[in-house]
């Protein structure tokens, strides 16, 4: 479950700069938007192949 909690977390953490990209047009907090949607997209990655793995097990 700790893999879920991480990836909760960091998702909660990103909505300050989804705020500020969303609600006042910042530019920069876009960039750390699109930064972090990459990482989840790669943490996402990781879990799906633990999770084939330990089906698989």
């Avoid at 960091?10 to 990482?39: C, I, L, P, W």
């Amino acid at each position: 479950m700790s893999r879920f909690a991480d990836l909760k977390g960091f998702v909660d953490g990103m909505e300050d700069d989804f705020s500020k990209f969303y609600d006042k047009g910042n530019k920069a907090a876009g960039t750390r938007v699109r930064k972090a949607m990459q990482e989840i997209k790669s943490m996402a990655q990781d879990i799906r192949v633990e999770v084939q793995n330990m089906k698989n097990d």
